[in-house]
């Protein structure tokens, strides 16, 4: 009766409103999303624009083909900061990624309750720890003990250490994330089914839970290809593929914080096309997950 | 109406003759200066305070290496030029130069290292990987690290054309970036051998970190043989004018010379002019 009441009382108004805020709504988000699409084309073409120079006077095969890295002398081969920028990224997501998931596994299903909050609170700090304290860590701990062990000690292998122990908290969070989105009827139907412990996490909750380790391992991959001051302080920048883990190596981002600020004409230009390759392996990353992951999430 | 009319014509004369007595106080409020990447930083940091001491003025500091520092000044497209070495003969005719700072770079070992020296012609075959092993210049038998600086560096452009080498033979073990960096580097690693500016390695020298000058040439390295210029692998950061300054150009050259300035200069890591200062610090 009341509602009645109140419909026939305020018929029009009402109905108007809930349209506006809706409207609204879904206009303040298409603006969001337009905003945020045009940052990225807007970063990619001012890329573009800035590498145009340097493009069109040698060429984007030069890149590869040049004997060396000296843009002041006009050499501008990129590809053994490729190699370093994807050895350091892989060596270091290859290690995290197992220990991420294995200690995100922990924590939710093995550990009591008051030590798997602790362990939380810990990794949660670990993951707030800005890279640049990671990196003088490197430097001043970790680069002289493996100088110890096989000199110069700044090598590929520091570079991994240092950030897999960055990248470790983003796996663990998003993993444990992933685990608590699961339905609890497909763990109350594994222990139904007498699922061990390890069966039920082994069995149910890791392929249930796919996609978000997949976003997690994204992500953290994400994380190591951009850092840059980590990786600066650690790895030793020479310009060369390393031939061993002890071998020093640069990785393209550490290439632009290196020279930018001493950098004119070209040699600037040059930089921005080591800003364009990075952005075409995070391209390249994003499709390839995308294709990998998307067609069999939930089947 | 007519009344409001004749109050905003009257009170935009009033302002235009105030703008202009103003403008007539001082004939020139803008300054530019272009040039040198290396005194850029330093230039900005003098034109700031400049400016707050001086209302009204602005200083305009565009970096573009010192090749384009001497010919701005010359073609009078800036009023200062920014160069970071000593004037050619032919360019001493054309324009004159005011030294601001000088620039020291010395050899660095860890402190640890029993190496006190070493000749121009080791150093040389150590950057060139010739000598690997600081045995064979008189120390440890232990492989030596060699730490270069990134394309681009002036440090690196001084320290190449002091030793006659080319950047593509160097083999470095360690590339760094800025002089922090590689003092953190030989601080931590006793084979470790670098080159920085002198001043950061003397304002990390007194806050205990272990590292050691080397002499270039028997000539210690501090800021008391920059300033007097007997340390050989130096140069001087000079702003350079066409004409005689004058008016705000002069003003402004005078305050960089000035020892209002002195501790931007340090905090640069370069070396003041005036070894009075530098006394009373030691």
């Keep these: 009766m009341t509602s009645l009441k109140v419909k026939t009382l305020f018929p029009l108004p009402r ?7 809706d409207d609204l709504l879904l206009w303040v988000l298409i603006l969001l999303g337009a905003i945020a699409g045009a940052i990225i084309l807007a970063i990619i073409a001012f890329l573009g624009i800035e590498a145009l120079p340097v493009l069109q006077q040698v060429g984007i095969w ?8 000296n843009p002041a002398s006009g050499s501008y081969n990129l ?3 490729l190699w370093g920028t994807l050895l350091v990224t892989g060596g270091a ?11 995100a596994i922990f924590s939710h299903y093995y550990a009591p ?4 909050t602790w362990y939380r609170r810990l990794i949660e700090l670990l993951a707030g720890i800005p890279s640049v304290v990671y990196g003088f860590w490197g430097l001043v701990v970790l680069v002289p003990i493996i100088n110890r062990l096989h000199p110069p000690g700044t090598s590929l292998l520091a570079g991994i250490v240092v950030l897999t122990i960055m ?3 983003t796996m663990t969070l998003v993993a444990e994330a992933s685990f608590t989105e699961i339905p609890p009827e497909y763990l109350l139907g594994a222990a139904s089914l007498g699922l061990s412990r390890w069966g039920t996490v082994w069995q149910i909750v890791l392929p249930t839970a796919r996609s978000g380790l997949l976003a997690g391992l994204i992500l953290q991959m994400g994380r190591a290809i951009g850092e840059t001051m980590a990786v600066l302080m650690v790895c030793g920048n020479v310009v060369q593929v390393p031939d061993s883990l002890f071998a020093p190596m640069r990785t393209l981002t550490a ?3 290196l020279e930018m600020a001493y950098a004119l004409g070209n040699h600037r230009s040059a930089l921005f096309v080591s800003g364009l390759a990075l952005m075409a392996i995070v391209i390249c990353l994003v499709i390839v997950t995308e294709v990998v992951s998307h067609p069999k999430i939930y089947d | 109406m007519n009344r409001n009319l004749t109050f905003l014509v009257a009170s935009i004369a009033a302002v235009s003759t105030l703008t202009a007595c103003n403008s007539s106080n001082k004939q020139l409020t803008k300054l530019t200066l272009t040039g040198s990447s290396t005194v850029a930083p330093l230039a900005s940091e003098m034109a700031k305070r400049f400016e707050a001491k001086h209302p009204g003025v602005r200083i305009d500091v565009q970096t573009g290496g010192s090749s384009r520092g001497i010919a701005d000044a010359e073609s009078g497209v800036a009023d200062i030029g920014m160069v970071s070495r000593s004037l050619k003969p032919n360019e001493t005719q054309k324009l004159q130069a005011f030294a601001i700072a000088r620039d020291g770079i010395s050899p660095i070992v860890n402190a640890k290292n029993p190496v006190n020296k070493l000749t121009n012609q080791q150093i040389v075959a150590i950057y060139q ?4 092993n600081w045995q064979q210049v008189g120390g440890k038998d232990a492989p030596i690290t060699v730490i270069n600086k990134a394309e681009g560096r002036s440090t690196l452009e001084l320290f190449l054309s002091y030793f006659k080498l080319e950047n593509s033979q160097i083999k470095a073990s360690v590339v760094i970036g800025d002089n922090q960096q590689g003092i953190k580097t030989v601080a931590g690693n006793p084979n470790a051998i670098a080159y920085v500016s002198i001043g950061a390695a003397e304002s990390e020298l007194k806050e205990g970190t272990p590292i050691k000058l080397l002499p270039i040439n028997g000539v210690e390295a501090n800021t008391k043989t920059v300033q007097n210029s007997t340390f050989p692998l130096s140069r001087p950061l000079m702003l350079v004018t066409k004409p005689a300054p004058s008016g705000l150009a002069k003003e402004f050259l005078d305050f960089a010379q000035s020892q209002q300035v002195y501790d931007l200069v340090e905090s640069q890591n370069f070396v003041p002019l005036t070894p009075k200062v530098a006394q009373t610090r030691n």
């Design chain 1, 167 to 169: 990248i470790l908290p």
């Design chain 1, 113 to 116: 309750n008051w030590l798997a």
């Design chain 2, 129 to 132: 990987g010739k000598i690997n």
């Design chain 1, 255 to 257: 290439n632009i914080a």
């Design chain 1, 79 to 81: 590809t053994p900061m």
């Design chain 1, 15 to 21: 109905k108007l409103l809930k349209l506006e805020t």
């Design chain 1, 93 to 103: 997501v290859a290690i995290a990624a197992p220990i991420g998931i294995l200690s």
């Design chain 1, 62 to 69: 030069r890149f590869f083909s040049d004997p060396s890295w």
